[in-house]
């Protein structure tokens, strides 16, 4: 009978009801077991949501608002994309974790628990070889690292990535959808079981410089540094990179994050903004005594290409890669001017994804990153793992 085929598609109408039709139109088949769109925060969020209702009736259906949208007609902006799973090869469950403003360990393991309990139900033999999770989480909550910690540790092998909801770079609401609405101060989460072969995939194009930054001074719940090396965090920041303080902008901040070294691999932690104190705001959640590096970057189209060579190589052309890209990554693209390289490698590995504010992986919070997970055409032979 053939692989399980995913659908894809892309909606680039301004309206907010043509779109969801045009996304509709695309990805519907029979027996859809999940449905997951990304869609621009610029539409009547509202409307968009009565048309998914209508549209969708009797789909489970997921999914966030972004800052750009990654699908067939690549990386757009005002778009809604996503692709629809079908029951034959796929089983998935979905959950809404609420009021990330009151979240505590406790309860991210029990919605964990729960979780695997609802896929287990079904599939009995489900198991991390078999199976991934995705996070889509407000990202503005400001927990990002505590909730996808809490989720990796009760799912224990199986792998969790995802992305954090944006808002076009207005840094004010994001939203996440499940249940038919859209809500805030919330992530949802889905497991999916699967008997097609699937890799877990994570990248970044820096390299750490020697140049060493110890936080001196900060307040990690609102991930505001305001000492670095016992100096305004915006004016040793500046030094280091070898401008003036009052210049620092977005374009320093993609070209130059810092990274940080846990067990041995460096992660990026991306500068949000400078602030008129000389303090600086970070996307992930920054300790004092943290040691940091100025990041160097090498060439993010190579990089992206080598991501999915490695794929490739690996499995054969994914028919889907959910694709976790982070929004300061989008504007390097632009800056350089690769837009239609990166175009190209997305589209011809059939990604679907958005631009972030703030990427997962195997519990970790990371920033200017490449996440997700590619999902490939033949089964998989017994035996061999289900992720890389």
Same mark, same amino acid.
């Given at each position: 009978m053939?692989d399980p085929?995913?659908?894809?598609?892309?909606?680039?109408?301004a309206?907010?009801?043509?779109a969801?039709?045009?996304?509709?139109?695309?990805?519907t088949?029979?027996?859809?077991?999940l449905?997951?769109f990304?869609?621009?925060?610029?539409?009547d #969020?509202?409307?968009?949501? =009565?048309?998914?209702r &209508?549209? !969708? *009736?009797?789909?489970? /259906?997921?999914?966030?608002?972004?800052?750009g949208?990654?699908?067939p007609e690549?990386?757009?902006s005002?778009?809604l994309s996503?692709?629809s799973?079908p029951a034959?090869?796929?089983?998935?469950v979905?959950?809404?974790?609420?009021?990330?403003?009151?979240f505590?360990h406790?309860?991210g393991?029990?919605?964990?628990?729960?979780l695997?309990?609802?896929?287990?139900q079904r599939?009995?033999?489900?198991?991390?070889?078999?199976?991934?999770?995705?996070l889509?989480i407000?990202?503005l909550?400001?927990?990002?690292?505590?909730?996808a910690?809490?989720?990796?540790?009760?799912?224990?092998?199986?792998? #969790?990535?995802?992305?954090? =909801?944006?808002?076009? &770079?207005? !840094? *004010?609401?994001?939203? /996440?959808?499940?249940?038919?609405?859209?809500?805030?101060?919330?992530?949802?989460?889905?497991l999916?079981?699967?008997?097609l072969?699937?890799?877990a995939?994570m990248?970044?194009?820096?390299?750490?410089?020697?140049?060493?930054l110890?936080?001196t001074?900060?307040?990690?719940?609102?991930?505001?540094?305001?000492?670095?090396?016992?100096?305004?965090?915006a004016?040793?920041y500046?030094?280091?990179?070898?401008?003036?303080a009052?210049?620092?902008?977005?374009a320093?901040?993609?070209?130059?994050p810092?990274?940080?070294?846990?067990?041995?691999?460096?992660h990026?932690r991306?500068?949000?903004?400078?602030?008129?104190?000389?303090?600086?705001?970070f996307?992930?959640?920054?300790?004092?005594?943290?040691v940091?590096?100025v990041?160097q970057?090498?060439?993010?189209?190579?990089?992206?290409?080598?991501?999915?060579?490695r794929?490739?190589?690996?499995?054969?052309?994914?028919?889907?890669a959910?694709?976790f890209?982070?929004?300061?990554?989008?504007q390097?693209?632009?800056?350089n001017r690769?837009?239609?390289?990166?175009?190209?490698?997305?589209?011809?590995n059939?990604a679907?994804g958005?631009n972030?504010y703030?990427?997962q992986?195997h519990g970790?919070?990371?920033?200017?990153?490449?996440?997700?997970i590619?999902?490939?055409?033949?089964?998989?032979p017994?035996?061999e793992p289900?992720?890389?």
């Open positions: 053939g085929r995913i659908r894809r598609a892309q909606s680039c109408a309206d907010a009801r043509r969801a039709q045009e996304f509709h139109a695309g990805v088949q029979p027996d859809m077991e449905v997951v990304f869609c621009s925060s610029e539409y #969020l509202d409307a968009l949501a =009565a048309e998914m &209508r549209l !969708f *009736v009797g789909a489970q /259906v997921v999914g966030c608002t972004t800052a949208e990654i699908g690549g990386c757009r005002h778009s996503g692709a799973f034959r090869g796929f089983t998935a979905s959950a809404l974790l609420d009021n990330l403003g009151g505590d406790a309860r393991r029990a919605f964990a628990q729960s695997m309990r609802k896929l287990e599939v009995p033999q489900t198991a991390p070889e078999n199976c991934f999770a995705i889509l407000d990202g909550c400001g927990c990002e690292e505590s909730v910690h809490a989720l990796q540790q009760t799912l224990g092998k199986t792998v #969790l990535c995802g992305g954090s =909801a944006a808002d076009e &770079r207005k !840094f *004010v609401k994001t939203f /996440v959808y499940s249940d038919g609405q859209f809500r805030s101060d919330s992530a949802v989460a889905f999916v079981r699967t008997r072969p699937f890799r995939f990248s970044h194009h820096f390299v750490a410089t020697d140049e060493r110890v936080v001074e900060a307040d990690t719940t609102r991930r505001v540094v305001s000492e670095i090396n016992g100096r305004p965090a004016e040793e500046a030094r280091l990179l070898g401008v003036d009052d210049s620092l902008g977005s320093h901040f993609a070209a130059a810092v990274l940080v070294k846990v067990a041995g691999t460096d990026v991306s500068i949000q903004s400078a602030n008129p104190d000389r303090s600086l705001n996307f992930c959640a920054i300790d004092r005594g943290l940091l590096r990041g970057g090498l060439d993010l189209s190579n990089n992206l290409e080598q991501v999915f060579d794929i490739d190589a690996d499995m054969g052309t994914p028919q889907l959910l694709t890209d982070c929004a300061l990554r989008a390097e693209v632009s800056r690769a837009n239609d390289r990166v175009d190209a490698v997305f589209r011809n059939n679907v958005f972030t703030g990427e992986f970790a919070h990371v920033n200017q990153t490449l996440t997700g590619a999902i490939g055409y033949a089964a998989q017994p035996g289900g992720h890389a």
